[in-house]
C-alpha cells in the first residue's frame, strides 16, 4: 500500500516570492506522482506528474516537482507567486504499471498569497 | 474543458431520505471510475471503485448499503446515498481516467451535499 505524507497543512507566502510544497511518499513497489490544485468548491486540477524518465517535471502555471526517489520525495516548487495561485494543494500516489488503480491524496497542502 | 461532468453540483436534502449523484464521462468511455469524499479542510478519501458492468469496490469502512453505486454503461456512474444523515454531508468527487493507467485522473467538479 501507499501513502502521501504532506509536511505543511499551511503555507503563508508573499506575492512574488519563491514556494516550495513538500510531499513524502511510502510504497513498497514503484509509483506514479501527482500534483493536484484545487480551487474553493471545485473539484482537482492536474498540476503535473511524474511516471518515469527526467526527475524534474515541468507543469503548468509556472509550477515544477522534483522526484528523489532516495529520499521518496516530490516537492511541489514556483519561483514566483502570484496571488491567484491561493489554492489548496494534494500530492497523490498510484501504483506504477497497475490498471484500475486509484490514487491516495496526502492531506493537502493551504497556500495562502499576499500582497 | 471539462470531461469529468458531475451532476448536482450542490444538494440540500432531508434526513432519511435518498439522493443520487451522477458522474459522467465526456467523450471518452470510461470502464472503471472513482469515487472519492472530502470533508471540510481534509484530503479527498477513497470510497469505492466503480467498475462498468460489475459490483463496485468498496474501501474498507465504507458501508456499501449506504453508498449505493451503479456503472451502468461506459459514461455513466451514479453514488446514491441512501438514507442519508446529518453526518453523510461532505463533498463527494468522482473521477475517471482518459487512456491508460499511466494516465492521471480527471476529477468532476465535486457535489457538496447537505443533509439537514
Known amino acids: 500500500a501507499q501513502s502521501v505524507t504532506q509536511l505543511d497543512s499551511q503555507v503563508p507566502v508573499f506575492e512574488e516570492a519563491p514556494v516550495e510544497l513538500r510531499c513524502n511518499y511510502s510504497s513498497s513497489v514503484s509509483v506514479y506522482l501527482f500534483w493536484y490544485v484545487q480551487y474553493p468548491n471545485q473539484g482537482l486540477q492536474l498540476l503535473l506528474k511524474?511516471?518515469?524518465?527526467?526527475?524534474l517535471v515541468k507543469g503548468i502555471n509556472g509550477f515544477e516537482a522534483e522526484f528523489n526517489k532516495s529520499q521518496t520525495s516530490f516537492h511541489l516548487r514556483k519561483p514566483s507567486v502570484h496571488i491567484s495561485d491561493t489554492a489548496e494543494y494534494f500530492c497523490a500516489v498510484s501504483e506504477a504499471n497497475q490498471a484500475g488503480t486509484a490514487l491516495i491524496f496526502g492531506k493537502g497542502t493551504t497556500l495562502s498569497v499576499s500582497s | 474543458g471539462a470531461v469529468v461532468s458531475q451532476h448536482p453540483s450542490r444538494v440540500i436534502c432531508k434526513s432519511g431520505t435518498s439522493v443520487k449523484i451522477e458522474c459522467r464521462s465526456l467523450?471518452?468511455?470510461?470502464?472503471?471510475m472513482f469515487w472519492y469524499r472530502q470533508f471540510p479542510k481534509q484530503s479527498l478519501m477513497l470510497m469505492a471503485t466503480s467498475n462498468e458492468g460489475s459490483k463496485a469496490t468498496y474501501e474498507q469502512g465504507v458501508e456499501k448499503d449506504k453508498f449505493l453505486i451503479n456503472h451502468a454503461s461506459l459514461t455513466l456512474s451514479t453514488l446514491t446515498v441512501t438514507s442519508a444523515h446529518p453526518e453523510d454531508s461532505s463533498f463527494y468527487i468522482c473521477?475517471?481516467?482518459?487512456?491508460?493507467?499511466?494516465?492521471?485522473?480527471?476529477f468532476g467538479n465535486g457535489t457538496r451535499l447537505t443533509v439537514t
Open positions: 511524474y511516471l518515469s524518465g527526467s526527475t
Open positions: 473521477s475517471a481516467r482518459i487512456g491508460p493507467y499511466n494516465s492521471p485522473l480527471h
Open positions: 467523450d471518452f468511455q470510461a470502464t472503471t
